[in-house]
């Protein structure tokens, strides 16, 4: 009687295959999003045929990117600090906690308007988002913040100050952890820049 093959090296070598594709589709189409499911291919080194067995199209790809994309942003942004911490510490630990997920940002958008629409992708961001103009909000009330821009639209020019800055350190015109990132939000936000610097920090120091 044969024995049934052990089918987990297979499942391994496609998950592992799966993922590979995924993160390199993230690298290729952040710097070009004109990249073709080929050059995807190629780059992540398998052959067209395991992309394909994986994702059908370019549509079921980036579906794919959307996804894990919207799960990371959700988790980041979720991340929620005690409701009593002031302002400027929230946003900075908001600020620090988006930092490593940023580059999901900066993808979707670059393909919200070719690819997957603007309705899908503004469905992505908008937890990440909601939660920044809350916090926002939070500090303009208590005058921690400067409140001559509503909170929507100060939230939404520091989202763009944000990928600025996330690009110029993939571009290598800058080095930053995150931090430095952080205390620019806060100073642009209305926190003098020697209190952003203390806050970040001291938040830094803080998270694992």
């Known amino acids: ?99 490593p997920v940023g580059d999901c940002y900066r993808l979707l958008l670059a393909l919200a308007r070719r690819d997957l629409g603007v309705e899908r992708v503004t469905e992505v961001l908008a937890p990440a988002r909601e939660e920044a103009t809350a916090l926002l909000e939070r500090g303009q009330a208590s005058g921690v913040f400067h409140a001559h821009v509503p909170p929507a639209a100060l939230s939404a020019g520091l989202e763009a100050l944000t990928l600025a800055l996330l690009e110029s350190v993939n571009s290598g015109a800058w080095e930053d952890d995150g931090r430095r990132t952080a205390t620019a939000i806060l100073v642009a936000a209305g926190v003098p820049e020697r209190r952003a610097q203390d806050v970040v920090d001291d938040v830094a120091s803080e998270l694992p």
């Open 1 to 99: 009687m044969n024995k049934p093959v052990a089918r987990e090296p297979v499942r391994r070598n496609a998950r592992s295959n799966r993922a590979r594709i995924l993160a390199t589709a993230r690298d290729e189409l952040g710097r070009n999003p004109d990249a073709t499911l080929e050059e995807i291919a190629r780059a992540a080194g398998v052959v067209r045929r395991t992309l394909f067995g994986h994702f059908p199209g370019r549509a079921a790809l980036l579906e794919a990117l959307a996804d894990e994309a919207s799960e990371a942003l959700r988790d980041a942004a979720e991340q929620r600090p005690d409701a009593v911490e002031p302002p400027e510490r929230a946003f900075a630990r908001f600020v620090l906690s988006m930092w």
